[in-house]
Nanobody, 127 residues
Framework: QVQLVESGGRLVQAGGSLRLSCAASGASGRTFSVYVMGWFRQAPGKEREFVAG????????NYADSVKGRFTISRDNAKNTLFLQMNSLKPEDTAVYYC?????????????????WGQGTQVTVSS
């Protein structure tokens, strides 16, 4: 069983920056570098959507078009931690942000492709 705990969400003004973190534990002794990890978000009344994904090694990344050039996903496998650096934030980025782990090789963009989820952290961007 994998446990994921997100942190870093808060209220920020438009144009500002935030850095989200996701601490991972469990995995029954397996190193987290074997897992693809991703960030998703869910705004009120909307479906959960893919934001960014990163390969186990950290060398490959994928982003939703809406965040390309503004958000950067990274990971520290030695500390079992995933990050999301968010710059130039917009009110439409307001959502609960979730960290997820996928027991696969390829970065996936669908909710169903990920096996474990955190509880989420709220990001609110004011105009």
């Amino acid at each position: 069983q994998v446990q994921l705990v997100e942190s870093g969400g808060r209220l920020v003004q438009a144009g500002g920056s935030l850095r989200l973190s996701c601490a991972a534990s469990g995995a029954s002794g397996r190193t987290f570098s074997v897992y693809v990890m991703g960030w998703f978000r869910q705004a009120p009344g909307k479906e959960r959507e893919f934001v960014a994904g990163i390969s186990g090694s950290g060398y490959s990344t994928n982003y939703a078009d809406s965040v390309k050039g503004r958000f950067t996903i990274s990971r520290d496998n030695a500390k079992n931690t995933l990050f999301l650096q968010m710059n130039s934030l917009k009110p439409e980025d307001t959502a609960v942000y979730y960290c997820a782990v996928r027991a696969g090789i390829q970065i996936a963009t669908t909710v169903s492709a990920y096996n474990y989820w955190g509880q989420g952290t709220q990001v609110t961007v004011s105009s």
